[in-house]
């Protein structure tokens, strides 16, 4: 079984900086894709980035082009989101996923072709 802890959440001031990881154990030897959804309160989940990890390629919704940055440790099903010029609207619940479609997937990009999801994190931005 796949598991999925995410850590890194917390408060900031918009402008700030976060860092959020999650470390995979377990079968992730067919996990073709790992990213970041996340999910405001009252709003439905979205995809923020999503990430191949077979060749990196990576897809970021269009609200967070710019400002933030997926990556993957090298030999390892650990990743990253590195969320730079986060503003109010950026405050959800962030959640890493995993799963064995490709990242180009519509249902990867629509939320609900992940099989494996952590407990999320939360990050919550003031203005």
């Known amino acids: 079984q796949v598991q999925l802890v995410e850590s890194g959440g917390g408060s900031v001031s918009a402008g700030g900086s976060l860092r959020l990881s999650c470390a995979a154990s377990g079968d992730m030897y067919s996990s073709r894709c790992m990213g970041w959804y996340r999910q405001a309160p009252g709003k439905e989940r979205e995809v923020v980035a999503v990430?191949?990890?077979?060749?990196?390629?990576?897809f970021y919704a269009e609200s967070v082009k710019g400002r933030f940055s997926i990556s993957k440790d090298s030999g390892k099903y650990t990743i990253y989101l590195q969320m730079n010029n986060l503003k109010p609207e950026d405050t959800a619940t962030y959640y890493c996923?995993?799963?064995?479609?490709?990242?180009?997937?519509?249902?990867?990009?629509?939320?609900?072709?992940?099989?494996?999801w952590g407990k999320g994190t939360l990050v919550t931005i003031s203005s």
């Open positions: 990430l191949s990890t077979g060749g990196g390629s990576t």
């Open positions: 996923a995993a799963g064995d479609q490709p990242c180009g997937k519509q249902a990867v990009r629509k939320g609900y072709g992940m099989a494996y």
